[in-house]
């Protein structure tokens, strides 16, 4: 199966729901506000500025976004077009956001329009990245910020002992869920071949201790499993009931490293 990511639309309404609500939970964990934060410190909103967020997703970035650069403007977009229903139904008190159907390598932006362009967990889940710095690139006004925040997917664990079932569905997750899982070690180079001039590379880890952070990526696995026939529901519902118990007993351990590079265009 193909990351689901690339074609969202594809993968039904009940994933989108599901991840919409999972990645407004990521965006509220105070590790992730502090990612955000930074990068958000780095840039400017003068008067009159764009800023931009490629593959906004349901918009939980991109609100975040909207906050900081209040009251100047922001879009968000995103080629789901259940992404962008669903990121306008959740962006009720922003007035200075919108939300639009569009690929990143298509963007219905004159050239040289954007003052920041944000793409947030976004290119370890396509196939090719450079059509996407490419349209950056063009967009980009000279002086302009481009920001890539990505996990190292590489890296992620939900592993408390050898062999830990729950780490084996976090390792299928990557599998399924995502295309590139070192994305984040290619970003400097991507960026640098684009054109932009690379200031900052920085890297941040996160723990997920006591909440549903990263139940999808055992709920969502065992049901990409069980479609196959590959496991029952009864492991399944197995395998929710032990994350479960582990964030209530305060031994749920997942692990992940994110990287945020920023540059300017010359
Ligand atoms: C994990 S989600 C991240 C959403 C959002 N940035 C956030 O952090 O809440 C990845 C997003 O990338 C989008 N995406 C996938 N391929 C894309 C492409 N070629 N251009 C723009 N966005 C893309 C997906 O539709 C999805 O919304």
Redesign the pocket.
Known sequence: MSDP????DAAGAEFISA?ADS??E??SDPIMEKIVSRYLGKLEFAEGSLTI??????????RRVAEKANPERVIG????VG?VQEARTRVSDHENVEFEV????SLPLEDGSVDNL?????L???EDPV??LTEAVRVIKSGGRLILCDADFSKASLGNLPNDPLDACAKIFVKEFVTDPYAVAKLKKLASDAGFKVEDFNFQSRSVLDNDQMLPWVEETGKVLMKRGEIGGELHNGLVAEYRRRAKEGTLYGYQVFATLIARRP
């Open positions: 990511f690339q074609d969202v991840f990645m407004d990521r965006q967020e490629v593959g906004c997703g349901a918009g939980a970035v991109t977009f995103e080629p789901s992404f569009a690929a990143g390598a944000i793409m947030h967990t976004v370890t889940h396509v059509p996407l």
